[in-house]
């Protein structure tokens, strides 16, 4: 069983930054790529961005320049670190872990609300 847990979500102006965290349990974290993903309502889950086993990263277009993946094996932490925040950046938040191409773990996610 693999457990995905989010956090650092909350209220931000815009501008603002924020740093999103994913602790996983288990032995597997190291080996698998991590993606954080987004989904507004009323809108599609989107990738935000993602990070392989090997530390390699992409982002969306939309956060290019202003969100930086990153990951600690040892803490078996994925992190989001976010600046320059627009209210379109306004979501759930959720982390990904991809064991296989097939098989695919989430967490429950967590919200970001960006607002003045």
């Known amino acids: 069983q693999v457990q995905l847990a989010e956090s650092g979500g909350g209220l931000v102006q815009p501008g603002g930054s924020l740093r999103l965290s994913c602790a996983a349990s288990?032995?597997?974290?190291?080996?698998?790529?991590m993606g954080w993903y987004r989904q507004a309502p009323g809108k599609e889950r989107e990738l935000v961005a993602r990070?392989?086993?090997?530390?390699?990263?992409n982002y969306a277009d939309s956060v290019k320049g202003r969100f930086s993946v990153s990951r600690d094996n040892t803490k078996r932490t994925m992190y989001l670190q976010m600046t320059s925040l627009k209210p379109e950046d306004t979501a759930v938040y959720s982390c990904?872990?991809?064991?296989?191409?097939?098989?695919?773990?989430w967490g429950k996610g967590t919200l970001v609300t960006v607002s003045s």
């Open positions: 990904n872990l991809r064991r296989y191409d097939w098989l695919n773990y």
């Open positions: 288990g032995s597997i974290f190291s080996i698998s790529d």
């Open positions: 990070i392989t086993s090997g530390g390699s990263t």
